[in-house]
């Protein structure tokens, strides 16, 4: 079964650019979550996804990232316009859905704001 | 709102030793708890989770937990560390339907001496 895949797995950009994420999930994982991990701290989620709708956005600070899910499969999380804080690794994650769903995770994005 | 503590960001120990990294939580209502670990590079990787079944639960590689409600502790536990087990953990919370959305700690780094 193949897992969670993410690209790129770096990128460098200067601050004020855009930058976009990708997240393929694991095959029939309806529910997709974009974690932010800043070195030395545990994973924050930034949005949830269950299929195509969002189930749980309240800390993506929406005034510079967006994220999407248009075919209840892939996902996308884009900022714009990024700043100098937003370097992290960015993680995206899975599961197939329940109470006590298992969350199968990418290997991220390290993302690096000059 | 729910909210891990993790003791100790740096945990080392001699190979053969007994490894303890520890996790209290904060819950107003019974919680689903995780420890996952994560290898440099990588994504996280689910170690093993309570969901209030037997309260001590066996994980992947040797590893255990035991949930104490009366000191709201999951501390994880292995009795003889390998050097293989060098990376660092996170110990994760979730409540409620949204059993999916966790709460993670800011992760403990264990090294390993030979």
């Known amino acids: 079964e193949a897992g969670v895949a993410q690209s790129p797995r770096y990128k460098i950009i200067e601050k004020r650019q855009s930058v976009a994420f990708w997240c393929n999930p694991i095959?029939?994982?309806?529910?997709l979550y974009w974690y932010q991990q800043i070195l030395g701290q545990g994973p924050k989620l930034l949005i949830q996804?269950?299929?195509?709708?969002?189930?749980?956005d309240s800390q993506l600070p929406k005034d510079r990232f967006s994220a999407e899910r248009l075919k209840g499969v892939d996902s996308t999380l884009k900022i714009q316009p990024a700043k100098l804080e937003d370097s992290a690794v960015y993680l995206c994650?899975?599961?197939?859905?329940?109470?006590?769903?298992?969350?199968?995770f990418g290997p991220g994005t390290r993302l690096t704001v000059l | 709102a729910q909210s891990v503590t993790q003791l100790g960001s740096h945990v080392s120990v001699s190979e053969g030793a007994l490894v303890l990294l520890r996790c209290n939580y904060s819950?107003?209502?019974?919680?689903?708890l995780f420890w996952y670990v994560q290898y440099p590079n990588q994504g996280l990787q689910l170690l093993l989770k309570?969901?209030?079944?037997?309260?001590l639960v066996k994980g992947i590689n040797g590893f255990e937990a035991e949930f104490k409600k009366s000191e709201t502790s999951f501390h994880l536990t292995k009795p003889s560390a390998h050097m293989s087990d060098a990376a660092e953990y996170f110990c994760?919370?979730?409540?409620?339907?949204?059993?999916?959305?966790?709460?993670f700690g800011d992760g403990t780094t264990l090294t390993v001496k030979p």
């Open positions: 819950s107003s209502v019974p919680p689903y």
């Open positions: 095959s029939g994982h309806a529910t």
């Open positions: 994650a899975s599961s197939f859905g329940g109470l006590s769903n298992e969350q199968f």
């Open positions: 994760a919370v979730s409540v409620g339907t949204n059993a999916g959305k966790s709460t």
């Open positions: 309570y969901t209030s079944a037997a309260t």
């Open positions: 996804f269950q299929n195509n709708g969002v189930v749980d």
